[in-house]
């Protein structure tokens, strides 16, 4: 959903989970009802299954609707009557069963939502939402569900009268606070029971599908508890499913489009368990793509909750950095994402503290091999070089704008080292990305913007096509040039002399960076605003003229 350019968030978009739909199964006290013939009910003049899909005529609306609230009546009625005597009010539940199957031919009809309005049908499904019967309320759930399929495609057709029924539907559903019900249904499901494992997850896909329509209702999903539900589940010991793989797509998009999500995290202690989930993956692969995405979406979890500042001290707190250090150690699928997460935790404001703890705890020993070797083939199925090469500048660069003399001196050590390995590896990604942003320079064509809007947009797709690594990697030689020992000036000047380049274009590229940082404010890295970076690029062009 969110691609990260400069310091801002980069996301995977939640993949879309297929969903089957299947007709309930009413089954009281142990006995299946299926059985029950149809012709029990009182329903010859309503729709078939053989015509259920011609055109519906509002008279024929209206008749389904009132069915329904008929069938909702009686079996209330029953339920009260005969309390405690189920086999005398079963009847009347597989009555009511067949009725809500028969609001299909409605529900992918988006012309008759306005009709349904009217006719409080939207009322009546979020009263049946909480049926002591949890089968009605998987039914109606299954409903929702392809009432909500119709709408997306009814918004993509953007055909005005049918987009104006579908807002009506959305209206209607929202005022009846079908979301607080939904939410409130899912504390009384039991998943060991495979129907009602079925309707956590239409639950779920009702909320992606609405989520897709209305973004705003996200706030509505937060305020009434479905954060702290989903991390729940999560933390659950039990096999990995498709419910917990919709749980964490669910939460990663809550959690890249809203703060109050990550408050929801910090207070409920979400930084713990999604580290916990985090560790399932240190020395083992997962066992399927769906695993995988699981996976990779917990990781995205944990760097949209890192946004906000005091999930990041939690983070300290759970020894995340001791986990991510033990990860990237593995040569695991799980390697990447926690890179990633690095990048994350020690990036933005108030971060020194993080930079400072992965200095001692020997975290250098671990980056700088994964700064010399690209991932291997096996990981890069998943993740790209340039993502990998990006992470990895991203975080030296943070250490450097945040660690304080002891720990800049060991960062200078590894450059220096090993005849400079580590210097010609950084000068190598230089020349890279600088041929990658020239080549994008020139595809792009040579006309200025016209306005401020696609200057910015021009820039974002720089950053986004190289510039932003080449950022990194040129801060982070110029750090070494002006405040690094005098071998690493002398090693770089002949590489340079080699290659026949010069300077200019590194002074060009920070002053470029430094233009686009902000103001120093509380918290922001000492060694990262953007006078210490404009000061940087000065005293750059004393030491290599």
Known sequence: MYKRTSDSLRMNNAE?????????KIDIIGKDVKSLSKSNTDDASLPTDEDEFEALDERAVKKTVLHLEKMTLKNQEMRIKFAGEPMKFMESEVELDVAIQEMHALATAPHHYPLLVECKAVETLVQLLL??????????????????????LTYVDTLNESVAGANKLIDALIQNQFVQV????????????????????????????????????????IRNGIVTWILNRLKAK??????????????????????????????????????????MYKRTDPGSADEMEYMENIFDCVCAALMYIPNKNKFLEAEGLHL???????SKQSREGALKVLDYVMTGLKSREQCIQYVGIFGLRTLFPLFMRPPVKSIRKNHSIKDHEEHVCSIIASLFKNCQTEQR???????????????????ELHFKYTSLTGKYDSASGLDAPTNETEEEERYLERLANGLFTL?????????????????????????FSMR???????????????????????????NGTKEYVMNLAASLRQVVT
């Open 131 to 152: 049926h002591e019967n949890t089968d009605i309320s998987a039914a109606v759930l299954n409903l929702l569900q392809a009432s909500l399929i119709a709408l997306e």
């Open 471 to 495: 950022q990194l990697v040129d801060y982070i030689l110029a750090e070494l040039l002006v405040h690094g020992p005098m071998s690493i000036r002398k090693r770089t000047r002949k590489i």
């Open 238 to 279: 039990s096999p990995f499913d498709g419910n917990r793989l919709f749980c964490s797509e669910i939460l990663a998009v809550l959690l890249q489009t809203s703060v109050s999500a990550r408050e929801v995290v910090h207070d409920s202690n979400g930084i713990d368990i999604l580290l916990q989930q985090m560790a």
């Open 500 to 526: 026949r380049a010069g300077f200019e274009s590194v002074h060009k590229v920070l002053l470029e960076y430094a233009n686009s940082l902000g103001d120093a404010e509380e918290g922001s890295p000492p």
């Open 16 to 24: 879309n989970a297929e969903i089957s739909s299947k007709r309930s």
């Open 182 to 221: 939904m939410v409130n249904n899912l504390d009384r499901l039991d998943e060991t029971i495979k129907d009602e494992a079925d309707a956590v997850h239409n639950t779920f896909a009702v909320f992606e599908n609405i989520l897709e329509i209305r973004p705003e209702i996200a706030d509505l999903l």
């Open 409 to 427: 001196l060991r960062l200078f050590k590894k450059f220096d080292e090993n005849d400079h390995e580590k210097l010609e590896r950084l000068i």
């Open 324 to 330: 991510i250090n033990l990860m990237l150690k593995e």
